[in-house]
């Protein structure tokens, strides 16, 4: 749920950032983090997984994300790398440690022609752009402009260089619009400002077909009225046009996608004119003149966008999260609209109690991979990354979720029941002692719980010797007289219980006792 209002809100974040900036350093570095091993996050007690963007490879998938942790003390968000399989069953993953304290942290994910992945983020020093192969090496990251400049969103562009989207502030109440264009090793090369209204903010930038740029956002004026804009410039970034829009689309125009006629559609939601939400495209012609709006609704759920995409056939796959807001719950659509504004199709999937799609791409079976953050609980405290592979009616293929590792680094709780400081005659308890005293047949019964993962099974041990697994609750053995091996005299032996949960979590008691066999 924090993950969706950031989200949802991110006009109010975004103008709150403007208010409130803190100064601090910045330094980036890489470990291998083994898919067998917890490593250093055993001390971890809140951790979210989230993939960002995904890219269809040969052998698998490549997913570019987050992961964040906190302890006691501390917390952070570190760049992760993920390879898995054709079936999206992990490989490998990299994580990269840093130490950013970033305004907005790694606020964009972009896959290169050649596999590689480049990040956008923001310093007190200027706009970071770091880029990472598809191997998991960091090759290199730069900042460009200064302290008053934020990056929002980046593009590659033909000639395998970079655009990146963003914000300077000007003064205190006054942000202009930011574009700069870098080269395929991340050296500079240009940046323009484009002063719409009071503050501007740019969403989603993309290189179009004359290879000038397009970019789409959202503008306060000086009384904080919302509208939208999409500007349009030439291939120095040197602004041709721009064009503002108000009603309901002006609400959250999060892409911008070139269609096949070089006009343009302007993809959103809009959860302020209309409650539930509800899905918005604006249709453009090449000068940015709306040919058609539509918006798209169901009358229980809320639609809200998080990724869309232009098929080959110029139709339009929308991608994000859809909710009933009387429920807790919020699950993913995808909803594929044809030119004209008609709707195909739309798909629905439950995949946990929450989950929120960051990317939806195509694959070559002319199905779709979907990637972003699922969780069993409703606070995203504990999430993982996942992958929803369908086909092109939008039908489910399979689903994996990702970073088991670490997804439950929690120990059970386990509490033995009997036997308790007493004698035992034939499993019946004939008053308290200061130590177990068994003759004969005992029940040994333990309560073992997990508030994060179920129980997987309970083991009995005598002495370190296994003699018992149970799988089901209530977690017990009978451990029985042994007339093999009858003794007069009583032999102290060590009674050990372990419980283990899903991920191999465990936690043990253990208790000295008298047993007559």
Not at 128 to 137: P, Y
Not at 261 to 284: E, H, M
Not at 373 to 386: G, M, P
Not at 505 to 516: C, L, M, R
């Amino acid at each position: 749920m924090v993950v969706l209002l950031m989200k949802l809100t991110i006009q109010k974040c975004v103008l709150y950032t403007i208010l409130f900036l803190l100064i601090t350093t910045s330094m980036v570095s890489v470990h291998s983090f083994p898919s067998s091993t917890l490593g250093d996050l055993e001390d971890i007690f809140e951790y979210n997984e989230i993939g960002y963007a995904v890219r269809s490879t040969d052998d698998g998938y490549l997913i570019a994300g987050t992961l964040q942790t906190k302890n006691e003390t501390t917390s952070k968000t570190d760049l992760l790398l993920i390879k898995t399989n054709t079936l999206g069953q992990e490989q490998w993953n990299k994580v990269f440690e840093c130490s950013y304290s970033c305004y907005d942290l790694f606020t964009h994910f972009e896959f290169t022609y050649n596999d590689s992945v480049v990040v956008t983020s923001s310093t007190p020093s200027g706009m970071l752009l770091t880029k990472i192969d598809s191997n998991g090496n960091k090759l290199w990251d730069n900042i460009y402009l200064d302290g008053d400049s934020r990056a929002y969103c980046v593009k590659e562009t033909h000639d395998h260089g970079y655009i990146l989207s963003g914000y300077t502030y000007t003064d205190l109440m006054s942000v202009d619009a930011t574009l700069v264009k870098v080269n395929e090793s991340g050296g500079f090369e240009w940046s323009r400002s484009f002063d719409v209204d009071t503050i501007d903010i740019p969403m989603d930038v993309i290189q179009t077909q004359d290879h000038g740029y397009a970019f789409v956002g959202f503008s306060y004026d000086d009384v904080f009225t919302t509208s939208s804009f999409l500007v349009k410039t030439n291939d120095a970034g040197d602004k041709q046009w721009h064009k503002t829009y108000g009603g309901p689309v002006g609400i959250d125009d999060t892409i911008v996608v070139q269609t096949q006629d070089q006009g343009f559609a302007i993809i959103g939601d809009d959860y302020l004119s209309y409650n539930p939400s509800v899905v918005v495209i604006r249709k453009t012609d090449d000068q940015g003149n709306t040919e058609w709006v539509k918006t798209y609704a169901d009358m229980t759920y809320g639609y809200f966008v998080t990724s869309a995409l232009l098929t080959t056939d110029n139709e339009y796959v929308i991608n994000g999260v859809y909710s009933d807001p009387s429920e807790t719950g919020r699950d993913t659509f995808v909803m594929k609209i044809n030119e004209t504004g008609s709707q195909q199709w739309t798909q629905c999937y439950d995949l946990d109690l929450l989950e929120v799609p960051y990317d939806i791409q195509p694959t070559s079976d002319q199905g779709f991979i979907i990637t972003g953050t699922h969780s069993a609980n409703d606070s995203f405290k504990k999430a993982n990354s996942f992958l929803l592979k369908i086909d092109h009616q939008g039908q489910k293929q399979w689903f994996q979720s990702i970073g088991k590792t670490w997804s439950d680094i929690y120990p059970p709780e386990i509490m033995l029941i009997s036997p308790e400081n007493a004698l035992y005659i034939d499993d019946e308890n004939k008053g308290e002692t200061n130590t177990p005293i068994i003759i004969g047949d005992i029940t040994v019964m333990v309560n073992a719980t997990d508030h994060h993962s179920p129980i997987d099974h309970v083991a009995f041990f005598v002495d370190d010797i296994l003699m018992h697994n149970d799988s089901d609750a209530p977690f017990s053995w009978v451990w029985k007289r042994d007339r093999m091996r009858f003794r007069l005299f009583a032999h102290r032996q060590i009674l050990r219980i372990v419980a283990y949960d899903t991920y191999g979590n465990t936690a043990s008691t253990e208790v000295t006792v008298w047993k007559f066999f």
